[in-house]
């Protein structure tokens, strides 16, 4: 079963993306553990409701026995997030039920998007503290996909309408940060940093990301999730035009690779384990490239580095390599 038609034609492509998340939420009870895992926090417990486009909310979940109400508030496209709309919702959600928990989601089309509109939020004078908002990207949620067996009956209609999701989000990246003033030459280097990397280790599926000031190659369907991005310096104005990429000889960027636990990989034990393990030490030397530090839930390591093309696609396949290598035995 193809779900294609839902995020085709004339259907608002977030209402479409909107019902989606909410079927898995209200039918699919492994999804909504995931989702809470996901925010670090225990699902609460008991049944739950759910309702879509109630009072502008996109999603609403209420568990009556803990009285707990879940606000989801999903976006596909950068900067389709209005200022203050979670604190609206919020505030309109305590006065309707000031005697339940409210856990404010926000959605969003790439990591790093609408830290500034939970962060109003959070610092609102109304949120209380035993409130919560939280953001997960759409890319966090398709590793739900990883957890499914082959023969689960909803797998090929859940993969396809992930893979829609993933066309309408990047189809709105390229335009709202189109390639060209220099960001075609960054994509260039991390397209053939791509075709490299899976030259070199055919076994493992990766998938490719584009974000306001950076490209992201990352694996799928692994115990332990990898990052190898190319960032670059941007204009604070749109289009966000690349400041330090003159052409193919005359470049500054950003090389960085990050790995973390995935969600699939917190369901191995010997894995978790050994996880649990290299974080106490808070860094990791994966030499020649260098330490990885130990940021929130991620082992991160950049350089910021001048030249031309052909250098930054040897350094950072080098870099992806050397990570992808050393931790070969807990993918």
């Known amino acids: 079963m193809n779900p294609h038609f839902f995020f085709k034609g004339k259907l608002s492509r977030e209402e479409s993306a909107s019902a989606f998340l909410a079927t898995l939420i209200e039918q699919r009870p492994d999804f909504r553990t995931f989702l809470f895992s996901a925010l670090e926090m225990a699902e609460p417990k008991g049944s739950c409701s759910v309702t879509i486009e109630k009072k502008d909310v996109d999603i609403k979940i209420y568990y009556p026995n803990d009285r707990i109400v879940v606000l989801i508030e999903n976006k596909l496209r950068p900067g389709s997030l209005k200022v203050r709309q979670l604190v609206r919702y919020y ?50 949620f398709s590793q739900f996909r990883d957890l499914m067996q082959q023969e689960d009956a909803d797998k090929e209609f859940i993969d396809r309408a992930f893979d829609s999701i993933f066309m309408i989000i990047d189809s709105a990246a390229t335009e709202k940060y189109p390639l060209r003033d220099g960001r075609e030459i960054a994509h260039e280097i991390a397209q053939n940093v791509l075709r490299a990397l899976k030259k070199d280790f055919p076994h493992i599926r990766f998938g490719f990301w584009r974000g306001k000031d950076y490209f992201n190659i990352y ?113």
């Open 91 to 140: 505030q309109s959600e305590l006065k309707e039920n000031p005697n339940s928990k409210i856990l404010s989601i926000l959605v969003v089309p790439s990591e790093g998007t609408g830290t500034s509109e939970a962060a109003r939020l959070r610092d609102n004078d109304q949120f209380r503290s035993t409130d919560f908002v939280g953001i997960v990207s759409w890319r966090g």
């Open 219 to 331: 694996s799928i369907a692994t115990d332990i999730t990898i990052y190898v991005d190319l960032a670059f310096h941007i204009a604070n104005k749109a289009p966000y035009i690349p400041t330090e990429i003159q052409d193919r000889q005359h470049l500054t960027v950003i090389l960085r690779t990050q790995f973390a636990l995935s969600a699939k990989g917190k369901k191995n034990a010997a894995v978790r384990k050994e996880w649990d393990r290299i974080c106490q030490d808070g860094i990791i030397e994966i030499l020649p490239s260098g330490g990885h530090k130990l940021e929130g839930r991620w082992f991160k390591h950049e350089v910021s580095a001048s030249g031309d093309t052909k250098l930054f696609e040897r350094q950072l396949t080098d870099m992806g390599r050397l990570v992808i290598t050393s931790l070969r035995h807990l993918l």
